[in-house]
């Protein structure tokens, strides 16, 4: 399965943060040919890898239909407009990476 992970940190006002992306980027992620669904994460520090870090950090998965639906995404106008709302803000640091994910379990 293939999918983009975007790291949000240092999230300045969770409220608006969370407003912005539900009802602008994830409405227009979620109607473009070959996405097919995307979760979130809340990361909360467990204390045992930097006792000192107390902020709240937001995990972002987008899953695609195939290593091409992803590639043909990034490519095309609509997936360049998707990566400007993205990147058009200041309500949060932002890292990304493309995921290759493989499933263990019963």
Same mark, same amino acid.
């Given at each position: &399965?293939? @999918?983009?992970? %975007?790291?949000?940190? #240092?999230?300045?006002? +969770? #409220?608006?943060?969370?407003?912005?992306?539900?009802? @602008?980027?994830? +409405? !227009?992620? =979620?109607? /473009? +040919? %070959?996405?097919? #669904? !995307?979760?979130?994460?809340? /990361?909360?520090?467990?204390?045992?890898? #930097? +006792?000192?870090?107390?902020?709240? @950090?937001? /995990?972002?998965?987008?899953?695609?239909?195939?290593? *091409?639906?992803?590639?043909? =995404? &990034?490519?095309? *106008?609509? %997936? @360049?407009?998707?990566?400007?709302?993205? /990147?058009?803000?200041?309500?949060?640091?932002?890292?990304?990476? !493309? %995921? !290759?994910?493989?499933?263990?379990?019963?």
């Amino acid at each position: &399965m293939f @999918k983009t992970v %975007g790291i949000y940190k #240092n999230i300045k006002d +969770p #409220n608006a943060f969370e407003e912005y992306y539900q009802t @602008k980027v994830f +409405p !227009i992620i =979620l109607s /473009l +040919p %070959g996405v097919l #669904n !995307i979760r979130v994460s809340t /990361l909360i520090p467990t204390g045992q890898s #930097n +006792p000192n870090d107390d902020s709240v @950090k937001i /995990l972002f998965e987008t899953y695609y239909e195939s290593a *091409e639906a992803l590639e043909q =995404l &990034m490519s095309s *106008e609509a %997936g @360049k407009d998707v990566i400007q709302l993205i /990147l058009g803000h200041d309500l949060a640091e932002f890292e990304s990476y !493309i %995921g !290759i994910e493989t499933f263990f379990g019963k």
